[in-house]
């Protein structure tokens, strides 16, 4: 019998895989694909920290800037001392992989979970692998199975409260401005998130999410931004931009999609999976050693992963849900403010891609007036 079955081999799975099997447990990681980090569904634009988590050959660019779209036309351009790293996202998930798998766990790859059972002293876990049923035993599981979880089905029975659906393209296209990724907002390009277009070098990822569905058809719409846009590739998929309330159970542990740990205003979710799945191991190698897997004992999981990362997602939620009912006229009249050098020297000085409310909080307290006029004239 397993110590630890983990299922899905996306990088939450995968460094939790990585991080108990370094402890010395004994890991099985079940991926349902034939290969690891296919499909693609994910833009691959992380901060250092990421980096800095995986001995990994995946940044293929960096970038130190934004240039905001308006609906009316108007852009204002922001820039950090910090780079972005622009990565192959399906090289990133192989190199974190090829670690767990250094560090020991038995990788089955195109086994795809059917059930979880929860028994008194252990978890059951059917698969099909290879197309043959298989049932494996473990003393717990960790879900990193993303937004249509088998194990949070089974186990918890919850589903996500909110989902934003993307789609993408790699494009032929280059941009000009290879140090900054665009971002547009407004009703004509997305309802109630954004879309993008982030340079690559010769290639260009574009695409934009949608608050429920129907992202192709806007997507239709504002690719004709890009009239020489040759399409090497789609990719995409639906993102939880709110997380479980619970995400423990007896014997068993929600990371990154699965559990919806995904960060609300931008829809990333590699560097709070990986946060996510670290306290996963954190939390199972006390669990394990003590032999007690009980809901109780793995309450420590999320007290371990709400504390780094729970009063920055519960912001964000806040302030995206309030971002998604603007109409264009709101984001018009915040142009007027965000624009003045003063706030963009704000932004430059306090913005993080992991940690976005610092710069919504700071610019809040500057000037509380500029939301209200702006949810004023919301639609």
Avoid at 25 to 43: I, M, Q, S, Y
Avoid at 52 to 73: L, R, Y
Avoid at 99 to 106: C, K, L, N, R
Avoid at 239 to 265: F, S
Wanted: hydrophobic content about 40%.
């Amino acid at each position: 019998m397993k110590d630890v079955i983990v299922v899905g081999a996306g990088p939450s799975g995968s460094y939790s895989s990585y991080i108990l099997s370094r402890k010395g447990f004994d890991v099985a990681n079940l991926e349902e694909h034939k290969e690891v980090g296919r499909p693609v569904e994910c833009t691959g634009l992380v901060s250092k920290r990421v980096i800095d988590m995986v001995h990994t050959k995946s940044p293929v660019n960096s970038v130190h800037g934004a240039e905001v779209f308006f609906p009316d036309g108007e852009s204002v351009h922001v820039r950090k001392n910090e780079k972005t790293i622009v990565m192959d996202r399906d090289q990133f998930d192989k190199d974190v992989s090829a670690m767990a798998i250094s560090a020991g766990t038995d990788l089955r790859i195109n086994s795809r979970v059917i059930s979880v059972k929860v028994r008194p002293d252990h978890v059951e876990v059917r698969f099909r692998q290879d197309g043959n049923l298989k049932e494996e035993k473990a003393r717990a599981v960790i879900g990193a199975d993303g937004i249509n979880s088998n194990v949070r089905k089974d186990v918890f029975g919850a589903v996500p409260r909110r989902i934003v659906s993307c789609y993408q393209v790699d494009s032929a296209v280059r941009l000009e401005d290879q140090d900054s990724v665009q971002v547009f907002v407004g009703s004509k390009v997305s309802r109630g998130f954004f879309a993008w277009a982030t340079p690559s070098g010769d290639m260009t990822k574009i695409g934009l999410g949608n608050v429920g569905g129907g992202a192709k058809k806007y997507f239709d719409s504002f690719n004709r931004r890009f009239p020489d846009n040759r399409i090497l590739g789609i990719n995409g998929g639906a993102i939880p931009i709110a997380y479980l309330k619970k995400t423990y159970a007896d014997r068993t542990l929600l990371v990154g999609d699965a559990a919806g740990i995904v960060k609300p205003l931008s829809g990333g979710g590699i560097y709070t999976g990986m946060v996510s799945g670290s306290h996963a191991a954190r939390a199972l190698e006390s669990a394990l050693e003590n032999d007690d897997l009980s809901e109780r004992k793995l309450s420590a999981y999320q007290k371990g992963w709400k504390s780094e990362l729970g009063r920055e997602l519960w912001i964000d939620g806040l302030v995206q849900r309030f971002f998604a009912m603007l109409g264009d006229r709101s984001f018009n009249s915040m142009y007027r403010f965000l624009s003045r050098p003063e706030i963009i020297d704000v932004i430059n000085k306090t913005g993080d891609i992991d940690f976005p409310s610092r710069v919504v909080l700071t610019l809040m307290a500057r000037n509380p007036w500029m939301f209200l006029s702006a949810f004023r004239h919301s639609r």
